[in-house]
Nanobody
């Protein structure tokens, strides 16, 4: 069974930065894309960024130019570097990993941007 553990959230002031991490463990084989979604209160979950097994990134319009997604395949870990954070970035951030037969989700990490 595969588990994803995401971490790195917290409280940060507007303009600040955070780095989220998500590590996969368990019976891991053939991880395909990995990425991050977020969900703010009252909103639907939305894609923030994704990265293919080969390292090709894709970003939402709100994330590009401010966020950077990366992965370390040797560690089965995906990262999200978030810069220039704004209050509208406040949400629970969920990582995911795609396997041949299923998508596995992390438990979520809270990001709060407030002065």
């Amino acid at each position: 069974q595969v588990q994803l553990v995401d971490s790195g959230g917290g409280l940060v002031q507007p303009g600040g930065s955070l780095r989220l991490s998500c590590a996969a463990s368990g019976s891991i084989f053939a991880i395909r894309a990995m990425g991050w979604y977020r969900q703010a209160p009252g909103n639907q979950r939305e894609l923030v960024a994704a990265i293919s097994s080969g390292g090709n990134p894709n970003y939402s319009e709100t994330a590009k130019d401010r966020f950077t997604i990366s992965r370390d395949n040797a560690k089965n870990t995906v990262y999200l570097q978030m810069n220039s954070l704004q209050p509208e970035d406040t949400a629970v951030y969920y990582c995911y990993a795609d396997f041949p037969m299923a998508r596995v989700w992390g438990q979520g990490t809270q990001v709060t941007v407030s002065s």
